[in-house]
């Protein structure tokens, strides 16, 4: 048995024999999970706590990550969206690390615990800076492939990735599909009720909506995760232990420049624009992908993934989650967590 993965009292007669990669996702709940760089016991995955937040310097941030599951084994990066955070995959992670990955998960620029190194660093929300961040962060690690799976921004920014660096890609788990942002197609009104799905973006468009980001970060966020999962029942524990992460300093100018970015009411940086153009042709996506949608979705309805399968050149399935809302893994993680298993195995 491996010194990062330790079964417990109930479920090791049950395991010894089929041996650990047999175990199923019954089971998997009732394991403990080590730190993949200290080795010491973490807490127990239904006990809902990550380990230690390690701290690395990567590109242009200090940023603040958890590292769990066993040291060699097959990298998994799992990106977070707004507004949410890590604890996104506070279920996802364990059942990764049991099965044998290494499991990353980030605070994405302007949550957390993740910092600017420089003051003077403008703090830009577009989509090509954000999935950099994840390139330098691998880097930073000296991880040379993973697998990177996420929903909302993390959608984006694995989608990003996959289509301008799938050397660094093995493979994709995209909540909703193909979303990597055009600026030209974005000027175009979608349907009322979609528009007003999204309504939060136009209020980020004035300094009203500025204002109000600023002093009820924490309101606006619960709303809006009434709103995206409507079928979700979280409680004030789970909403305040990732509400926790918008008091970063940086966390209203990252997500205001991001939407208003979008709306092409805000100037992305030069360095960043040759990423931009190309990605503005709708580049194809030559890693394997699975896409994978939550039927219960406030803000972006489910689809059968064929709008944008041609995208997708190496491989794709679509899958629907009966129940789940826009914040996928935290809501659906054995879902989620299968998905990435299934990729991981092609």
């Not at 990735?161 to 799938?166: D, E, F, K, R, T």
Request: some cysteine; glycine content about 8%.
């Amino acid at each position: 048995m491996s010194d990062t993965i330790k079964l417990n009292r109930r479920s090791f007669l049950g395991a010894t024999t089929a041996g650990l990669g047999a175990l199923s996702f019954g089971l998997l709940p009732q394991l403990a999970y080590a730190d993949s760089l200290t080795g010491k016991p973490a807490l127990p995955a239904g006990s809902f706590a990550f380990p230690e937040i390690r701290q690395i310097d990567a590109g242009l941030l200090n940023i603040g990550y958890v590292d769990i599951g066993p040291r060699n084994g097959q990298p998994v990066i799992l990106l977070h969206g707004w507004p949410y955070d890590i604890h996104s995959y506070i279920e996802v992670a364990p059942l990764l690390a049991a099965a044998g990955y290494r499991v990353i998960v980030p605070h994405l620029r302007g949550h957390g615990t993740t910092r600017f190194l420089a003051a003077d660093t403008f703090r830009n929300g577009q989509q090509s800076a954000v999935a950099l961040d994840t390139i330098a962060l691998m880097d930073a690690l000296k991880m040379e492939k993973a697998i990177l799976a996420g929903y909302d921004w993390g959608s984006r920014t694995a989608c990003v990735i996959a289509a301008l660096w799938p050397e660094r890609c093995k493979a994709i788990v995209s909540a909703n599909g193909y979303i990597i942002n055009n600026l030209d197609l974005n000027q175009h009104p979608l349907l009322p009720a979609a528009e007003h799905a999204w309504w939060y973006q136009f209020y980020f468009a004035t300094e009203r909506g500025l204002a109000g980001l600023t002093e009820h970060r924490k309101e606006l966020a619960k709303l809006i995760w009434r709103e995206n999962s409507p079928a979700w029942q979280f409680d004030e524990a789970t909403f305040n232990r990732s509400a926790a992460s918008f008091d970063n300093p940086d966390y209203v100018a990252i997500v205001i420049h991001n939407y208003r970015w979008r709306l092409s009411l805000a100037k992305g940086e030069a360095r960043y624009d040759s990423l931009e153009q190309h990605l503005a042709s709708a580049p194809l996506i030559a890693v394997p992908a699975i896409t994978i949608d939550g039927d219960a979705n406030g803000v972006a309805p489910a689809s059968d993934g064929s709008a944008y399968a041609k995208k997708f050149i190496a491989g794709h399935s679509h899958r629907i989650v009966k129940g789940a809302g826009h914040n996928l893994p935290q809501e659906a993680p054995k879902a989620f967590a299968d998905a990435i298993i299934q990729l991981a195995s092609t």
